[in-house]
């Protein structure tokens, strides 16, 4: 068996910044994981809906891999990726990094790892690989679906061979960077801002503010738009609180980045955003609450509630990315 010594496990709660963690932290880079969301400009809103689709999906970050390599850009760290058409390439470059002494990132489809109890098709999942035998590959996932796991090598080939939304070809990645790396102020604001910037001018209604705000016009409708409402409904919330997003939908793992930047930067602006993205956490977590009830009751007023409070919470985040966006107007 082959495996890298010091590998720092942590009860983190989003498969990409518990992988990057993961890889940081085993060169002596010690961020928070809110600070690896927030760095790495992770918020984001997307309604998605479509023909092809069983059912609505609320999206609550950048796509899969994005926030990588926003993450390597703000910090200047070095980000090497491989992806190759062919299994044999693909899993030699993964060898060649561990038996190197150095954990790996996978990009891959969860739905074929051994240790997920829920079968779903997500082919942006994201886990740090540290070991492996001839049976087995030594994985770090989200506290949810264990910390330090293990599943079959032939489970892990077909994960990464997946072929559809958010998959990638065999991608595998290292995260390079100084010991003791610095967060400076700067750095900071410039995450924040960007994060901003991209929130308040979406280029389609579907995302940012406006995809908020357009949700909140349309899930009042989908206990009609819904086949198997008792079924889809309560998944949809589940999406929303547990599926590695921190709890309503990633606003909690942004809340405490600003908290934590915070104590970095001294700005009412800051103040003020993350004040606001606080009382959206909670509004979230109403509306992941109110989805469910509707789910399980058929009762239409409990997504009408929902459509309201999502309106008032484009509102809210509209309100706190404004500000945010003004970082660095009151001077150092």
């Known amino acids: 068996m082959t495996t890298v010594n010091g590998i720092d496990v942590r ?3 989003h498969c990409e910044t518990t992988a990057l963690g993961v890889l940081l932290r085993h060169q002596g880079i010690d961020l928070s ?4 969301f927030g760095l790495g400009r992770g918020l984001s809103f997307i309604y998605w809906d479509s023909k092809s689709m069983g059912f609505p999906f609320l999206g609550g970050r950048v796509k899969p891999f994005e926030l990588s390599r926003n993450l390597a850009d703000v910090l200047g760290l070095e980000l090497q990726v491989w992806e190759t ?3 044999r390439k693909g899993w030699a470059n993964v060898v060649e990094v561990i038996d190197a002494g150095r954990p790996v990132g996978l990009q891959l489809d969860s739905y074929y790892l051994d240790y997920f109890g829920t079968k779903v098709h997500f082919g942006g999942h994201v886990v740090a690989m540290y070991g492996y035998d001839d049976q087995l590959a030594h994985l770090v996932d989200t506290e949810q679906q264990g910390g330090a796991v293990s599943t079959g090598l032939d489970g892990l080939a077909r994960a990464r061979a997946a072929r559809g939304p ?5 991608r595998s990645f290292t995260l390079t960077g100084q010991q003791d790396l610095p967060v400076p102020r700067d750095v900071v604001l410039a995450a924040i801002t960007a994060c901003a910037d991209t929130f ?3 280029p389609i209604a579907n995302l940012g503010h406006r995809g908020i705000e357009k949700s909140g016009k349309l899930v009042p409708t989908w206990l009609r738009r ?3 409402p008792r079924r889809d ?3 949809a919330a589940l999406l929303m609180e547990r599926a590695g997003t921190g709890g309503a939908l ?3 793992l942004y809340r405490d980045f600003l908290a934590e930047s915070a104590e970095l930067v001294d700005s009412d602006h800051l103040r003020t955003g993350h004040r606001l993205y606080a009382e959206a956490a909670g509004l979230w977590t109403q509306v992941a609450a109110l989805i469910t009830e509707a789910g399980e009751s058929g009762e239409e007023q409990c997504l009408v509630r929902a459509g309201a409070t999502l309106l008032e919470l484009s509102r809210i985040e509209h309100e706190a990315m404004r500000a945010l966006s003004r970082l660095g107007s009151e001077g150092p």
């Open 200 to 202: 308040l001018h979406p």
């Open 250 to 252: 990633f606003r909690n």
């Open 226 to 228: 819904s086949d198997d």
């Open 166 to 170: 958010m998959t990638a070809r065999h």
């Open 85 to 87: 058409a062919s299994p």
């Open 11 to 13: 009860a983190t709660q």
């Open 233 to 235: 409904l309560p998944q």
């Open 33 to 36: 994981e809110p600070m690896l």
